[in-house]
């Protein structure tokens, strides 16, 4: 007997970069998540074309009506998650900061992903605060949502070396590649319950791996092996 699929909703704000990854990769018979509803806070969000042309059901809750009222804004954008029975929620460019009331009611159920290597470089403009720090490695992160923005614990991590040519589109295409990769991995990981927040942190059911990524790589050239 086929196991049931948790039903996922998928919040954007516009084009839904990492919604396409999403998309692609619940289209597997084998992944542990229904994408069940695909909701904006902008009627003219690219990515609800997008979901509309997979066949995955929308939902429009303009926030600019509500002003400052978050709480009015969150408590229709709930009622539209009950609605189709949504078990989780992956935040995918939803450029709205939510309340501590909302996202505790989803504790352990949100997740979010993030164009940084978190802790570093929390908020906006990550890549170009990345090449002004001189970085040699930076990335990206899918946390569970906690009430500080940005600051919830890590599910998986990918990074990407920071050459010496990049200006801030070229590394941020390096680093958008590997949101692509890391976001439908970790909404299955926490679909399936192989990754749940537990006091705190995240608990991992699988293997993990050995292995260091440097950048740039041990050397300079001629220096001993052992000191490589």
């Not at 352990?108 to 720090?133: E, K, Q, V, Y």
Request: glycine residues 8%; charged residues 20%.
């Amino acid at each position: 007997m086929a196991e049931l699929k948790r039903r996922a909703a998928v919040l954007i704000s516009g084009r839904g970069s990492n919604l396409g990854a999403l998309i692609a990769a619940a289209r597997h018979p084998a992944y542990p998540a229904e994408l069940a509803l695909v909701l904006s806070n902008k009627a003219d969000a690219a990515g609800l074309d997008r979901a509309r042309e997979a066949g995955i059901a929308t939902a429009v809750v303009e926030s600019r009506p509500f002003g400052r009222d978050r709480a009015g804004f969150e408590a229709v954008m709930q009622a539209r998650l009950d609605e189709a029975g949504i078990e989780l929620i992956a935040l995918a460019g939803f450029m709205r900061v939510l309340t501590e009331d909302f996202v505790t009611r989803w504790s352990g159920r949100m997740l979010n992903i993030h164009p940084s290597l978190l802790p570093a470089f929390p908020g906006l403009d990550t890549h170009a605060r990345a090449l002004a720090a001189g970085v040699r490695l930076h990335g990206c992160t899918v946390h569970f949502v906690t009430p500080g923005v940005d600051e919830g614990p890590v599910i998986a991590q990918a990074a990407v070396p920071v050459l010496p040519e990049d200006d801030e589109p070229a590394l941020a295409a390096r680093v958008l590649a590997q949101e692509h990769r890391i976001y439908p991995a970790a909404l299955a990981w926490a679909a399936s319950g192989a990754a749940r927040l537990e006091e705190g942190r995240v608990v991992l059911d699988r293997p993990m791996a050995e292995g260091a990524f440097v950048n740039p790589l041990p050397g300079p050239p001629g220096l001993p092996t052992e000191m490589a």
